[in-house]
Nanobody
């Protein structure tokens, strides 16, 4: 199993920046991909950014957000610049990982961290 813990959320003014972190722990063979999703009140959860062999971003955050991963592939970051009120949401970390002795991938989710962009 894989446990994910997010950190770095908080309150920021429009135009400001935040950096989210997500660290994975537990027993697994490999983590093949990690990403960030977000969910605002009354809306469905949406993809923000993912990283596997390449990175992929939602159109709404391109050129403002940057996803990165450490060399061990156990920690993923989301650098968020030029934040807008529309970015307000709970941000969730996701890992696609293979448990030990299991030859298929499973999705794992963190508990989420609140990001609020407001004056």
């Amino acid at each position: 199993q894989v446990q994910l813990v997010e950190s770095g959320g908080g309150l920021v003014q429009p135009g400001g920046s935040l950096r989210l972190s997500c660290s994975a722990s537990g027993s697994f063979f490999s983590i093949n991909a990690m990403g960030w999703y977000r969910q605002a009140p009354g809306k469905q959860r949406e993809l923000v950014a993912v990283i596997r062999r390449r990175t992929n971003y939602a159109d709404s955050v391109k050129d403002r957000f940057t996803i990165s991963r450490d060399s061990a592939k156990s920690t993923v970051y989301l650098q968020m610049n030029s934040l807008k009120s529309e970015d307000t949401a709970v941000y969730y970390c996701k890992a696609v990982a293979q448990p030990m002795a299991v030859g298929k991938e499973y999705d794992y989710w963190g508990q989420g961290t609140q990001v609020t962009v407001s004056s």
